[in-house]
Every structure is written in C-alpha cells, then in structure tokens.
C-alpha cells in the first residue's frame, strides 16, 4: 500500500466540506445553464456525480476510522479505570494520589487519525533510517541453538513494546511441542515494565 492512499480524519473533513462546496456551484450552475455559459467539454450532471461518489468514500472513511477510535478507547478505558481506582483508594486512607493527573481516553477520533484507500489495515508507521511508510509490524521468535523461526506475528501498532506479550501468548500455546521458554533475549525496543514482569510470572 502507498502512503499517499493515507487520509487523516481531518484532511477527509477538509476534502469533504470542499467536494460539498463544489457540488453546490455545479448544482447552481446546472440551475443557471440556461443563462450561463457552460465551459466546453464539462458534463455537469457527470461532474456531480464524480464528486457525490467521492464524499460516499470519504464518508466511509470517516466510520471506519470513527470505528477504531471506540476500539481505542475501551482498550485505554481498562487500565484508566484501575489506576483512577487506585488513586481513589489511596485518597479513601488520606494519601496523596502519585504523579500527574490522568487525562481520561476520548472515544472521538482525533484529527490525526488515519486510515489507507487501498489498503486499510496497514498504518503509516516510522521506519529505521527515518522516514515513515505505510506498512505492518511483523515479528519473529527464533530459537537461538537451532537459528529456526518457531513463530511470528504481524500487527498493526508501530511500538514493539506491544509485541511481547501476544508472542508469549504464541509460544506458550506452543510449548508442548517446542519445550518451555527459558529466556527471551530482545533489543532495548522492547523493553518495558509491564513486559519484565510478564517474563518474570511465567519464569523467563
């Protein structure tokens, strides 16, 4: 997939209030052709219908990219709502509540949220050497006395930090066949607490 299929939810607002706007001269125009010079080789009832067409794409964009932002959001919702009730427990017993303060998820797609024409499950994501391109997040475990690729996983959130856990999940259905895990070796990229402590539950 091409980045440049890439629409943001604010551009598709733009795109849609200037299509609304251009349908609306051609509808007054076709309304005042019998006054008014039509240009030659202008087909307006083709050049309306063109326009129509792509606000019913961009309007399809719209609920598509409106449809991941309510999955975003009851994704973050969970662990906003235990830390908003740790804080209230530690308020309950007079303890100040630790670090700042939360800003609660928004279900509303924000302004830079994307999604691809041609290919709408990928994302535009940063790329090594700079740069970014309209691509997935593929992964792989390999084992390290065999060299031999033992599973994968291709996702569509661009921080590997997310990897971790659902190639665990992968291997650990896995076991039977492979052994237990006995160590997990990864680059700094993929590090992280929540990560260290699920290597830690399952003996890593």
Known sequence: ???????????????????????QELFTLAEQADQ??????????????RREDRLAVMAAAKAKITERAR?????????????MARRAEREAIGQKPRGKALKAPDPAP???DQINLTDEESRIMPVSGGGFEQSYNAQAAVD????????TGVSQAPNDKEQV?????????Q?????????LVADTGYCSEKNVEACEALGI
């Open 1 to 23: 997939a091409s980045k440049h299929q890439a629409l943001s939810h604010g551009h598709i607002e733009q795109m849609e209030r200037q299509l609304k706007a251009e349908v």
């Open 71 to 83: 999955a975003r959001y009851e994704k973050e919702k969970i662990p906003y709502n235990e830390k």
């Open 165 to 173: 856990l659902p190639m665990l999940e992968t291997l650990q259905t």
């Open 175 to 183: 076991a039977a066949v492979l052994g237990p895990i006995e160590a």
């Open 110 to 112: 924000q302004a830079q």
């Open 36 to 49: 008014t010079v039509i240009p030659d080789g202008v087909n307006l009832p083709e050049e309306i219908r």
């Open 144 to 151: 390290d006395q065999t060299m031999l690729v033992v599973a």
